[in-house]
């Protein structure tokens, strides 16, 4: 329910910015580094996610009552939500809006805050200061990042 409107809003950021239909600012000199940084994105959502969900069998060991630290919840504590972040970004990297950069920071509040009171209040009631320590030591969104 989090990942659907911040795809869509970026598409839809994407799409008003081509037509002009809202303010656009680009700088047309650093259309290249909007364009690799949005493709570096996009290939670290995509590893983000298959680590996440084929490499670590996070089904199989969520059933199984497991809370996972290692692999690739080792960097990030929610990489799902991350990865799609990522993609979100790298839209609006692509629309070369500077105006639509204010998005993702919405975005990481609106994820942050949901999380911190729906999906992380859950892990917390499960596993305790297990999942306390792990929160501690690793980010929810960005990898080797100290933002919290």
Known sequence: ???????????????????????????????????????????????????????????????????????????????????????SIAIILFSQNIYLFILPIIFWIILSIALARTEEKWLTDKFGNDYVLYAQTTNRFVPFSRLR
Request: negative net charge; hydrophobic residues 60%; without cysteine.
């Open 1 to 87: 329910y989090l990942i659907a409107p911040m795809f869509i809003i970026s598409i839809l950021g994407l799409i008003l910015s081509y037509y002009n239909i809202i303010p656009v600012y680009k700088i047309d000199s650093m259309y290249w580094l909007f364009v690799g940084l949005a493709v570096v994105l996009i290939l670290d959502a995509a590893f983000l996610w298959l680590a996440a969900v084929r490499m670590s069998d996070i089904s199989k060991r969520i059933e199984n009552g497991e809370l996972v630290t290692d692999g690739v919840y080792a960097l990030v504590r929610h990489p799902i939500y991350s990865a799609w972040l990522q993609i």
